[in-house]
């Protein structure tokens, strides 16, 4: 496709279940974004790709939380032992790095636990 | 520390009515970029424009204009003549170039709602 593409679009996992969230970027995009956005807030950023290499976890907020990115292309992040307090929408944005700021974000994946 | 404050948590007008959305931002930096963003419904980021800070001219583009002025450190959004489809929540976003990563640092929102 297009556009930046996220699987799955809704995902309900009981609390302390592992997840995998999977983010399609646009072909030819080296850099790759994730975010988390809350109800009612702006999306936070969690983690950055530069090719397959996280250049910039810092947004991670606890080890839990881990992405990878092994070809360059698709990402998947990955939460282990879920906690009621992770149920948001999660955000993969592309763009064609080396300088170029403009990103584009996927539809995100709703993960709600319960 | 960078921030994007927008204070404005929602808006309503009625159509073809003018609107402003604020936008106030902090950084250290000299060089970064500002970015506003809609958010519909659908929940999709789609991206409406980017500033650098060099660049401090406003810029019009059909009904959306934008207003740069780093002496208030302010970015602010206007839509004139609102329609109905302009209804969405709309991000102000800051940008800093850290080890090769334009990561985004948002605003909390403004949600614009146009009543026909």
């Known amino acids: 496709g297009a556009g930046v593409s996220q699987t799955p679009s809704n995902k309900v996992t009981e609390k302390g279940k592992y997840v995998e969230l999977r983010c399609d970027p646009i072909?030819?995009?080296?850099?790759l974004y994730w975010y988390r956005q809350s109800l009612g807030q702006g999306p936070e950023f969690l983690i950055y790709f530069q090719g397959t290499g996280a250049a910039d976890d810092s947004g991670l907020p606890n080890d839990r939380f881990f992405a990878v990115r092994p070809e360059g292309s698709v990402s998947t992040l990955k939460i282990q032992r879920t906690e009621r307090g992770d149920s948001a929408v999660y955000l993969c944005?592309?763009?064609?790095?080396?300088?170029?700021?403009?990103?584009?974000f996927g539809q995100g994946t709703r993960l709600t636990v319960v | 520390a960078q921030k994007v404050t927008q204070a404005q948590t929602e808006i309503s007008v009625v159509e073809k009515e003018d609107v402003t959305l604020d936008c106030v931002y902090e950084t250290r930096d000299t060089t970064y970029y500002l970015f506003w963003y809609k958010q519909p419904p659908s929940g999709e980021l789609v991206f409406l424009i980017r500033?650098?800070?060099?660049?401090?001219q406003n810029e019009i583009s059909g009904r959306y204009s934008w207003n740069f002025q780093k002496s208030t450190s302010s970015f602010n959004f206007t839509i004139t003549a609102s329609q109905v489809v302009d209804s969405a929540v709309y991000f102000c976003a800051l940008s800093e170039a850290r080890r090769g990563s334009y990561k985004l640092i948002f605003g909390s929102g403004t949600r614009l709602l146009v009543r026909p």
């Open positions: 500033r650098n800070s060099f660049d401090e």
């Open positions: 944005a592309s763009s064609l790095g080396q300088g170029n700021t403009e990103a584009f």
């Open positions: 072909s030819g995009h080296t850099a």
